[in-house]
């Protein structure tokens, strides 16, 4: 399988150079040159199979030469072997008809986990064949960088770097990154927004002082392999109801537009899906322009679901290339105008190929408190404000009687059990496999939201490649 940029200039890649290279060359993201699709009878005959070898069918075709059948149902067992319930992602019934799709059993409570636990192994194993070291920078609203530093922490030929913005984390989400101490771990905490550390991130792919000593890797969801391993449960939830012959919508609390976008590819793949119902919080510019085209960025608003508090979602460029017909040198153009200008209006073409499949609903903070009440009233389930919201906006859908409705589950409650407790006057504890997370020591760096003091600490303490 061949991978072309969203910006119509990178070279291709195969599936290996995708998941070590992170952003394409001339700014813009991977994708598959074409979507692999699946019969309806195809999808039918996976029901009823392990998660692991689920993922392995669904993954196969975007691995293509990559790796063999056989070692990637070796990565697959081996990375969600780790997680701490057996079906990886069960479904729990809230009612008639909505459901919740618990994606949080893995090692840091989010569903990160799900993608990351593989993509560390699939950093191991490429580096291990090519040798080498890979330094990966991110930027964290909270879940990915523990999700990430858990995955690569101590393995061989990697390091990572993880910028969050300073105390707009939680404090279980930060402990979760800065007590790792492995000696490949570095996290650094900026003054600064989410998007500030964002755009610092992506401006280092494009800093040849930077590119040219190290080998940058990017474990955002601007990393394609992180993407793929989330078709995944969409499938695994839809056989469970009755899908492939009957049609489930899907309520995706969004920040970055990479869960919500992986339920497009297994619609693209030919999964039956109703529809996709992109959940906001207060941070609407996703539900500005997919309900009126007004693509532009304001002011982060900071929440209690600090994962959604994001105003530029980096993979919502991989939506507008798709459904706006592919054309890599306009979308590069329309993108340079979006960087400048932080607004964009999107092309009819992309309106219409988005709102075959995607609607959207906002929530505020009111409406965030009152369905983690109805959960916990109506069904006994503490939900984190995440969930919360995404369930908010599955309740709001007008969807033929039918169709179930899954929110996806994206962290567990105990990771914002301060905002459930508010909510419910319930403080959902901790699991056991996170153990004695507030009594190890912490590290981390602070630096100011600048990009040379950043830019500068990473080479000054960077492995070059
Ligand atoms: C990352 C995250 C999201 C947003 O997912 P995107 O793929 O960035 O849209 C939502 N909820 C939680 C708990 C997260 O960690």
Redesign the pocket.
């Known amino acids: 399988m061949d991978y072309i940029s969203t910006r119509g200039s990178a070279p291709a890649l195969d599936f290996e150079g995708v998941t070590l290279a992170g952003l394409a060359s001339d700014g813009g993201l991977y994708l598959p040159r074409e979507w692999p699709r699946l019969s309806q009878d195809e999808i039918a005959a996976l029901a009823g199979l392990p998660y692991p070898v689920l993922a392995a069918r669904i993954m196969q075709p975007f691995v293509g030469e990559s790796l063999s059948p056989e070692r990637l149902l070796a990565l697959c067992e081996q990375a969600y072997g780790r997680f701490a319930h057996t079906a990886v992602t069960p479904l729990v019934q809230l009612d008639q008809r909505n459901w919740l799709l618990e994606l949080f059993h893995g090692p840091t409570l ?3 986990d799900v993608a990351l636990q593989l993509l560390g192994l699939l950093f191991e194993e490429f580096l291990g064949r090519k040798g080498g070291h890979l330094t990966i920078v991110g930027a964290t ?4 960088g523990s999700a990430a530093i858990d995955a690569v922490a101590g393995r061989e030929g990697v390091e990572i770097f993880m910028l969050h913005p300073k105390g707009r984390v939680s404090d279980v989400q930060r402990r979760q990154m800065t007590t790792v101490l492995a000696p490949n771990v570095h996290n650094i905490a900026i003054d600064g927004s989410f998007d500030d550390a964002q755009a610092m991130v992506k401006r280092m792919f494009a800093d040849p002082a930077l590119t040219g000593r190290f080998g940058l890797g990017a474990v955002n ?1 601007i990393n394609w392999a992180r993407l793929m391993a989330q078709v995944v449960y969409y499938f695994a939830a839809a056989l469970q109801l009755g899908g492939p012959a009957r049609k489930v919508a899907f309520a ?9 976008f992986a339920g497009y590819v297994a619609a693209r793949m030919g999964l039956p899906v109703e529809r996709l119902v992109v959940a906001t919080n207060v941070n609407d510019i996703l539900h500005r322009a997919l309900t009126d085209g007004d693509y532009s960025a304001g002011a982060v608003t900071p929440t209690a ?1 600090p ?2 508090d ?1 105003q530029v ?1 980096s ?1 919502f460029e991989r939506l507008l290339f798709d459904a706006g017909g592919r054309d890599g040198i306009a979308l590069a153009e329309q993108m340079k105008g979006f960087e400048a200008s932080r607004a964009m209006r999107l092309t009819n073409a992309q309106r219409q190929g988005a709102s075959a499949l995607f609607t959207s609903a906002r929530a505020d903070p009111g409406d965030m408190a009152q369905a983690m009440r109805w959960a916990w009233e109506n069904c006994g389930e503490t939900i ?1 404000p ?2 919360a919201i995404g369930l908010h906006a599955a309740r709001q859908q007008d969807l033929p009687d039918d169709v179930p409705v899954v929110t996806l589950a ?2 567990h409650p105990a990771k914002f059990r301060d905002a459930v407790e508010r909510a419910t006057g319930f403080r959902p504890p901790l699991p056991l496999r996170v153990g004695e997370l507030f009594e190890r020591e912490e590290r981390m760096v602070e630096l100011p939201g600048d990009y040379d003091a950043v830019a500068a600490y990473i080479a000054g303490n960077a492995t070059p490649r």
């Open positions: 989010a569903f990160k609203s909270g879940d990915t969801s995706v609390p969004t920040g970055n537009f990479g869960d919500v679901a994962s959604m994001i979602s993979n984190d995440h969930t994206t962290a």
